[in-house]
């Protein structure tokens, strides 16, 4: 079957984002706000209902199997959830078109990074001890009846408006951020020059839009949502480690180079950033590594094809 609803709002989305980064942000902060106003009533609200019994145990024996339960479980759940912060990564997507980003960059990831991090083990905690941790296994339900058992109905209504906003946000930034990496392949060469041309009355990379409108569409109307989850997550997580050993080596090996943003204690944050990463690719599901496999062969192909003998690195006088 197909999922229409999801090809219809990616559409609709990378039309909005051709418009500019300033609608696109207006309507985006909306959501934002709904969705924040709804999680933070939901905290408040609960809290005074949680039943203390639903956290015997807090943390749930492991079965023998890793990733069931356990310390290997909330691996295995940190791992296939961890699409939900790759928004903080797309955020520096977009730092062209900051109006000063040394110093609103840092700001805005780290802060909003801090503040969705203790919302997200808050929601949890209240959501676990309105409703046993076990009915959640494969069904998103007891969500609502957690909601329910705070007395006030009306959260209900709020669940799926939060739900629903969250996803449009999260699915805006990453149209955006995806298509602002290309754009910046494309203008240092490693892309063609498609993805770099800009709209002459919009000034937004309009044609990587359309290509990602296109792209994205079909794997959000044909693909099962379980399994885009892992493969972005897989993905992102060795971007995090590719990141983090780039840090590294620049700091050897280019130390006076000029740095807009500056890692502090290396090399100690950049290892722990490859160790956690490691650890939470390893708790993920045996298909993901052979997706995670394919799709680098492909990229790796792209550069060696494409990428390296056009990059302006390479040419520069090109």
Same mark, same amino acid.
């Given at each position: 079957?197909?999922?229409? &609803?999801?090809?219809?709002?990616?559409?609709?989305?990378?039309?909005?984002?051709?418009?500019?980064?300033?609608?696109?942000?207006?309507?985006?902060?909306? *959501?934002?706000?709904?969705?924040?106003?709804?999680?933070?009533?939901?905290?408040?609200?609960?809290?005074?209902?949680?039943?203390?019994?639903?956290?015997?145990?807090?943390?749930?024996?492991?079965?023998?199997?890793?990733?069931?339960?356990?310390?290997?479980?909330?691996?295995?759940?940190?791992?296939?959830?961890?699409?939900?912060?790759?928004?903080?990564?797309?955020?520096?997507?977009?730092?062209?078109?900051?109006?000063? &980003?040394?110093?609103?960059?840092?700001?805005?990831?780290?802060?909003?990074?801090?503040?969705?991090?203790?919302?997200?083990?808050?929601?949890?905690?209240?959501?676990?001890?309105?409703?046993?941790?076990?009915?959640?296994?494969?069904?998103?339900?007891?969500?609502? !009846?957690?909601?329910?058992?705070?007395?006030?109905?009306?959260?209900?209504?709020?669940?799926?408006?939060?739900?629903?906003?969250?996803?449009?946000?999260?699915?805006?930034?990453?149209?955006?951020?995806?298509?602002?990496?290309?754009? !910046?392949?494309?203008?240092?060469? +490693?892309?063609?020059?498609?993805?770099?041309?800009?709209?002459?009355?919009?000034?937004?990379?309009?044609?990587?839009?359309?290509?990602?409108?296109?792209?994205?569409?079909?794997?959000?109307?044909?693909? &099962?949502?379980?399994?885009?989850?892992?493969?972005?997550?897989?993905?992102?997580?060795?971007?995090?480690? +590719?990141?983090?050993?780039?840090? +590294?080596?620049?700091?050897?090996?280019?130390?006076?180079?000029?740095?807009?943003?500056?890692?502090?204690?290396?090399?100690?944050?950049?290892?722990?950033?490859?160790?956690?990463? +490691?650890?939470?690719?390893?708790?993920?599901?045996?298909?993901?590594?052979?997706? *995670?496999?394919?799709?680098?062969?492909?990229?790796?192909?792209?550069?060696?094809?494409?990428?390296?003998?056009?990059?302006?690195?390479?040419?520069?006088?090109?």
């Amino acid at each position: 079957m197909i999922n229409l &609803p999801a090809i219809f709002i990616v559409s609709m989305l990378s039309l909005l984002l051709i418009r500019g980064t300033k609608e696109s942000a207006s309507i985006n902060n909306f *959501l934002v706000v709904v969705k924040v106003i709804v999680v933070i009533m939901f905290i408040v609200l609960g809290w005074s209902f949680i039943d203390t019994a639903n956290y015997t145990p807090y943390i749930p024996e492991n079965t023998g199997v890793f990733g069931e339960f356990g310390w290997s479980g909330i691996a295995a759940g940190a791992g296939t959830v961890f699409f939900a912060f790759i928004g903080f990564d797309a955020v520096s997507t977009a730092a062209q078109e900051a109006k000063n &980003p040394q110093k609103g960059m840092p700001i805005g990831i780290l802060g909003s990074l801090v503040i969705c991090t203790i919302l997200y083990v808050l929601f949890a905690h209240v959501m676990t001890g309105l409703v046993p941790y076990n009915e959640f296994a494969g069904d998103a339900k007891p969500a609502a !009846t957690a909601f329910a058992r705070t007395g006030y109905t009306f959260l209900q209504t709020g669940l799926i408006v939060a739900i629903l906003a969250g996803y449009t946000s999260v699915m805006l930034v990453m149209l955006m951020g995806q298509s602002r990496v290309f754009y !910046t392949m494309s203008k240092d060469g +490693l892309l063609p020059s498609f993805f770099s041309d800009i709209h002459s009355k919009f000034r937004t990379p309009w044609k990587t839009n359309l290509f990602f409108m296109v792209f994205v569409s079909l794997f959000a109307g044909f693909v &099962p949502v379980s399994d885009l989850g892992h493969m972005v997550s897989i993905g992102t997580l060795l971007a995090f480690v +590719l990141v983090c050993i780039g840090v +590294l080596v620049m700091r050897k090996k280019m130390p006076d180079a000029p740095r807009s943003f500056k890692t502090p204690f290396v090399p100690y944050v950049p290892i722990a950033g490859i160790l956690i990463c +490691l650890a939470l690719m390893y708790s993920l599901p045996n298909e993901s590594w052979a997706r *995670l496999v394919i799709w680098m062969a492909l990229g790796v192909a792209i550069y060696f094809i494409y990428g390296k003998k056009n990059s302006k690195l390479n040419n520069p006088d090109k």
